[in-house]
């Protein structure tokens, strides 16, 4: 199976997202359901065979980690409309996910198979993977603050904001498995599990702003806007951590993250 | 302003003192020294704190001030203030000799700020330590903050006792001098002979493998056969031994082998405190929905 093969892939997944999405508009939740998991198995199926083929886990470009979020983001989207029935969402997950298979469509990125020592180990998948688990949860936790934030009119009820919140306690909780477990194989790798890295540095910043965050949502009085913007600047900040900080002057040449 | 309950403001004018206490101490003394940590200089102040954190604790009921540091209103903008410390960080290129903003990690303003978030945390875990309602909060509330607690300042306080070595070992000459990051030789407790540099590439050329084949002498008496892959270090009394690098010039046919030995004694602590940190972090996904406020 090669990069070629994607976009056959894609369509499928897509469709039958799509399919989902609009199931669970119109009340039919055994077919959103059914829909979403086989769009997911087929895009899944190429994610496997792309691990097989390159004789490695796809996981090393941008593009490879891109493949991951499009099949993250329905996943996310289906846990929480399982968990809250929100009709939305496999929406937005699915308008989401397109966004990113379309930009691996048109800018794939060279998948070569070769795997450099430093990320042969037992620990490269899931780091990556809770990762970008993580972001499809906080990108989904945007994307409703966005929607509170700008399209909704009137108040914010208490119940909007509950799902806000337990997306960005699922998110943060995955985030700080994927920072631990970088700290655990830095240790391996590299001798020593912190090193303020610029990646690890940014790590801490998002980290760190989601927790923010959090607690700003537990003081009794707080605005309940600025707690949404938060979430707005917290997901910048975490684009920063992801992919930005390859384009960054302070981090050029001094990062051992930039890989390909 | 300073009218009891203090709220956000005083929290952030707090941490704003903070910032000018960590400036003037910049200019007057210099950057931190965190060489001179080394033990036991850091088990001496990390008692000393664990002390400030019980006193603080204590004097909650006589001086406001301290109850203070253990709510929101204090935790938050410490932790903003620690954000904007640290994206300054990020976009600023960070050098070992660097001063002030190019060496953050030494800025005294960066330090305490994070000294006082480890304040705080202390304050929350000891005021949930004494009253403790349902296990089904307590626990994740105490694995991430006390774990996080730990973390930071083990980590923190044990740096300057790490110590991290190179060793250039040769075939059939047991090496036993390694060069400290300053450039001075120590001899060290154990001896390593390269039996074999090994290098594989992929089709392109593109490198598959380093790795050595190495045998070790400790002073106890020890003699161990291993191989040394990167990310698969050898562990030997206390000692983690590292696939560094080798003779660039010769590739395949280096018969040198750059080892990396690297000590942490205080590695079981922060393990310990990022085990928590994962522990709460399982804790907060699986027990997760957030409660509901009344």
Same mark, same amino acid.
């Given at each position: 199976?090669?990069?070629?093969?994607?976009?056959?892939?894609?369509?499928?997944?897509?469709?039958?997202?799509?399919?989902?999405?609009?199931?669970?508009?119109?009340?039919?939740?055994?077919?959103?359901?059914?829909?979403?998991?086989?769009?997911?198995?087929?895009?899944?199926?190429?994610?496997?065979?792309?691990?097989?083929?390159?004789?490695?886990?796809?996981?090393?470009?941008?593009?490879?980690?891109?493949?991951?979020?499009?099949?993250?983001?329905?996943?996310?989207?289906?846990?929480?409309?399982?968990?809250?029935?929100?009709?939305?969402?496999?929406?937005?997950?699915?308008?989401?996910?397109?966004?990113?298979?379309?930009?691996?469509?048109?800018?794939?990125?060279?998948?070569?198979?070769?795997?450099?020592?430093?990320?042969?180990?037992?620990?490269?998948?899931?780091?990556?993977?809770?990762?970008?688990?993580?972001?499809?949860?906080?990108?989904?936790?945007?994307?409703?603050?966005?929607?509170?934030?700008?399209?909704?009119?009137?108040?914010?009820?208490?119940?909007?904001?509950?799902?806000?919140?337990?997306?960005?306690?699922?998110?943060?909780?995955?985030?700080?498995?994927?920072?631990?477990?970088?700290?655990?194989?830095?240790?391996?790798?590299?001798?020593?599990?912190?090193?303020?890295?610029?990646?690890?540095?940014?790590?801490?910043?998002?980290?760190?702003?989601?927790?923010?965050?959090?607690?700003?949502?537990?003081?009794?009085?707080?605005?309940?806007?600025?707690?949404?913007?938060?979430?707005?600047?917290?997901?910048?900040?975490?684009?920063?951590?992801?992919?930005?900080?390859?384009?960054?002057?302070?981090?050029?040449?001094?990062?051992?993250?930039?890989?390909? | 302003?300073?009218?009891?309950? *203090?709220?956000? @403001?005083?929290?952030?004018?707090?941490? $704003? $003192?903070?910032?000018?206490?960590?400036?003037?101490?910049?200019?007057?003394? $210099?950057?931190?020294?965190?060489?001179?940590?080394?033990?036991?200089? /850091?088990?001496?102040?990390?008692? $000393?704190?664990?002390?400030?954190?019980?006193?603080?604790?204590?004097?909650?009921?006589?001086?406001?001030?301290?109850?203070?540091?253990?709510?929101?209103?204090?935790?938050?903008?410490?932790?903003?203030?620690?954000?904007?410390?640290?994206?300054?960080?990020?976009?600023?290129?960070?050098?070992?000799?660097?001063?002030?903003?190019?060496?953050?990690?030494?800025? *005294?303003?960066?330090?305490?700020?994070?000294?006082?978030?480890?304040?705080?945390?202390?304050?929350?875990?000891?005021?949930?330590? +004494?009253?403790? +309602?349902?296990? &089904? %909060?307590?626990?994740?509330?105490?694995? /991430?903050?006390?774990?996080?607690?730990?973390?930071?300042? +083990?980590?923190?306080?044990? /740096?300057?006792?790490?110590?991290?070595?190179?060793?250039? +070992?040769?075939?059939?000459?047991?090496?036993? %001098?390694?060069?400290?990051?300053?450039?001075?030789? @120590?001899?060290?407790?154990?001896?390593?002979?390269?039996?074999?540099?090994?290098?594989?590439?992929?089709?392109?050329?593109?490198? @598959?493998?380093?790795?050595?084949?190495?045998?070790?002498?400790? &002073?106890?008496?020890?003699?161990?056969?291993?191989?040394?892959?990167?990310?698969?270090?050898?562990?030997?009394?206390?000692?983690?031994?590292?696939?560094?690098?080798?003779?660039?010039?010769?590739?395949?046919?280096? %018969?040198?082998?750059?080892?990396?030995?690297?000590?942490?004694?205080?590695?079981?602590?922060?393990?310990?405190?990022?085990?928590?940190?994962?522990?709460?972090?399982?804790?907060?996904?699986?027990?997760?929905?957030?409660? &509901?406020?009344?």
């Amino acid at each position: 199976m090669t990069w070629e093969h994607f976009i056959y892939f894609a369509v499928g997944s897509v469709v039958l997202w799509a399919v989902g999405a609009w199931a669970a508009w119109k009340d039919r939740p055994s077919v959103a359901y059914t829909t979403t998991v086989l769009g997911l198995l087929v895009f899944f199926s190429f994610i496997l065979s792309m691990w097989i083929s390159l004789e490695r886990p796809p996981l090393r470009t941008m593009g490879e980690t891109r493949l991951w979020y499009s099949f993250f983001l329905p996943l996310a989207g289906l846990i929480v409309y399982s968990r809250w029935k929100y009709k939305w969402i496999l929406s937005f997950s699915t308008i989401l996910a397109l966004v990113f298979i379309c930009v691996n469509l048109f800018k794939p990125e060279i998948h070569s198979k070769t795997l450099m020592p430093a990320l042969q180990s037992p620990w490269f998948a899931p780091h990556v993977i809770v990762y970008m688990f993580a972001y499809a949860v906080l990108g989904a936790a945007t994307v409703m603050a966005l929607y509170l934030l700008i399209f909704k009119k009137g108040t914010v009820t208490s119940e909007e904001f509950d799902i806000t919140d337990n997306l960005v306690y699922v998110g943060l909780a995955f985030m700080t498995f994927g920072m631990l477990f970088g700290a655990l194989w830095a240790k391996e790798a590299w001798g020593h599990y912190w090193s303020w890295d610029p990646k690890e540095t940014w790590a801490a910043i998002t980290w760190l702003t989601y927790l923010i965050y959090i607690h700003y949502r537990l003081l009794p009085k707080h605005n309940a806007r600025l707690a949404l913007w938060g979430l707005l600047v917290a997901f910048i900040l975490l684009q920063m951590c992801w992919w930005g900080i390859n384009y960054l002057p302070s981090a050029q040449g001094s990062s051992v993250h930039t890989y390909s | 302003m300073w009218t009891k309950p *203090w709220t956000m @403001k005083e929290g952030f004018l707090i941490g $704003g $003192g903070m910032i000018v206490a960590g400036l003037a101490l910049e200019l007057s003394v $210099g950057s931190v020294d965190w060489d001179a940590f080394a033990w036991p200089v /850091n088990g001496i102040v990390l008692g $000393g704190f664990l002390m400030l954190i019980a006193v603080i604790w204590l004097l909650r009921k006589k001086f406001y001030g301290c109850q203070f540091l253990g709510t929101y209103n204090a935790a938050i903008p410490t932790m903003v203030y620690a954000v904007v410390l640290t994206i300054i960080m990020g976009l600023t290129r960070q050098q070992e000799h660097g001063s002030w903003l190019n060496n953050m990690l030494s800025f *005294w303003p960066f330090v305490l700020i994070y000294v006082m978030m480890a304040v705080i945390l202390g304050q929350v875990v000891i005021r949930r330590l +004494t009253q403790l +309602t349902s296990w &089904k %909060r307590d626990i994740p509330f105490l694995l /991430n903050h006390l774990g996080l607690f730990l973390a930071m300042t +083990t980590a923190t306080l044990g /740096n300057a006792d790490m110590q991290r070595l190179k060793m250039i +070992t040769s075939q059939g000459e047991p090496e036993w %001098r390694a060069l400290t990051q300053e450039g001075a030789i @120590k001899e060290m407790p154990l001896a390593i002979e390269l039996k074999q540099f090994i290098m594989e590439t992929y089709d392109d050329g593109s490198p @598959k493998r380093f790795a050595s084949d190495i045998q070790i002498l400790t &002073k106890s008496g020890k003699n161990i056969q291993t191989t040394v892959d990167v990310n698969k270090p050898a562990e030997v009394e206390g000692w983690k031994i590292y696939q560094y690098g080798y003779d660039t010039q010769m590739g395949v046919k280096s %018969r040198i082998s750059i080892l990396e030995l690297v000590s942490d004694p205080w590695l079981p602590l922060v393990y310990t405190g990022i085990y928590m940190m994962l522990g709460g972090a399982l804790c907060m996904f699986v027990l997760g929905e957030r409660r &509901k406020r009344v």
